[in-house]
């Protein structure tokens, strides 16, 4: 893997304000529980807060850590403390009950201090049996047992609040952070059996912090018996949530990198034994995957102007719309499974690609991933090849039939977050996949750069979302006839006029409408026919724009 720099670490913690009043409240705290109530405990916060703040980043989110005490407890005592001596009025807490599946081992209280989000919880240490990954027994530990516990060593700091110190029991997380490297406290193989999904949260924090990922780690991340136990015990909506985070943090291909470099595909975008094997084909090499997510990201970061360069409305588009450039890299990410078909439970042909999205990562419509991806990988099939000299630009006009191209539902839908720009960057991607050189590559983007410029100089990138200039009622009203589904296809109709004639009023629109009809270009006992179910309907006499009169 790439050697990566690693961020300066500052050598202590600067505290803002608030949190500098916090930590103030909950050592005075401690010690009105041993001085009124002789119980004897000690705040540490521990974890990513720790670690952001030595990267100098700021965190609103404080993990407390208590020793020998419940943090329901400890937090229900808190808050009548700053309530009663300090006249502090703290939000409601809130009871997290342990949930395992979601990795809550042990309930945690929850509150909002100063604007600080709080988690309490107690020390603790964990058993786990050989097929689970939830721990058979947790109990309380000691700071060194609960930092061993823990995935990472860079995870495994602790802010003593007391001290005003930062605590790293492993003694190795200071030096892991410094030097940028990804590292288990205890032997990975161990750390992995524990709980598996400590493997893709590794590649997360390698990929986000631009760490090396250490030697014993990478070889245990590919024994088989760590990457069956990741496709049997964990939950697919964990390995989803942070396959999510990944796609959308701040380096998605060096994640894809690093899950193609330690053989982890297969177990991350799992597909079900029972459908792979009654799919179309088998998948394409992995490698793939990760030539897609390259090729993208090449696209995407070049600024200058070459015959790589991508049109800057495309790359523009891509980067500021929020969510899309996640949607693209996890489409990619997925290419493996492009054009592989399986037959569902009631015959019905569905996609490899999102049976990894919907069963494999347990991905919804949230960022339009099951929604928005399919409808990628069907617009690069339809757009496939596309260039200004084809007869499909140009018939029965370059504008109408560009405009036609960019309104098909798979390019750009709103409902499914397609957009016609991302559907462009996409099928452009698909296609340089199996470019042979760079002279093939190069002619490639430029078809597509040329077809975005012209989208442009048609006014099509507005039109796009143009709605009809004419609605059902106004078309039924004009071809005096009742309203029925016949409509839909003379609204259709309409639409292709619209794009036809730019500049043209619904009078115009209504006068071509009832020309067509008087010259017998619209058949509407046919249509209507059709529409019922009668017949089908012949697109010579109905649909075909070639009968258009212009």
Known sequence: MTTRIAPAVRKVIQLTDAEDNLCTLLDEFTRHLQEDKNIITACRINGGWVRDKLLGMQSNDMDICLADMMGVTFAEGFVAFLSEQKDLHVHKISKIESNPDQSKHLETAR??????DLDFVNLRSEEYAEDSRIPTEVKFGTPLEDALRRDLTINALFYNVHTRSVEDFTEKGLDDLQNGIIRTPLPPRETFLDDPLRVIRCVRFASRFG??????????????IIQDSLAQKISRERVGEEIDKMMKGQDPLRSIRIINDLKLYKSIYHVPPQITNIASSTPKPHELSLRAATILNGLLSSTSEDSMSLHPTLRSYVLQEPGCKARLFLAASLYSYHGITYPDSKGKEQ?????????????????????GIPALYSASDLLNGVSLGQDRLKLPSERVAIGLL???????????????????????????????????AAECVQRYNALTRRVEELGLDKAVDAKPILDGQAIAHAMDEKPGPWMKTMVNRVLEWQLGHPEGTQDDCLAWLKEDKSAGRIDLEELKAATMGNKRVNPGKVASSKKVKR
């Open 111 to 116: 509150t909002t201090l100063l604007g600080i």
């Open 211 to 224: 760490f090396e990922i250490e030697s014993d780690l990478q070889q245990a991340a590919q024994l088989e």
């Open 351 to 371: 996609t490899l690609v999102k049976c990894a999205i919907q069963d494999g990562l347990k991905l919804g419509r949230q960022n339009h991933y099951l929604d």
């Open 406 to 440: 960019l309104r098909q539902e798979s390019v750009h839908n709103i409902n499914t977050g397609s957009h016609w720009a991302s559907s462009l960057v996409f099928s452009l991607v698909c296609e340089l996949v199996s470019a042979s050189g760079h002279e093939e």
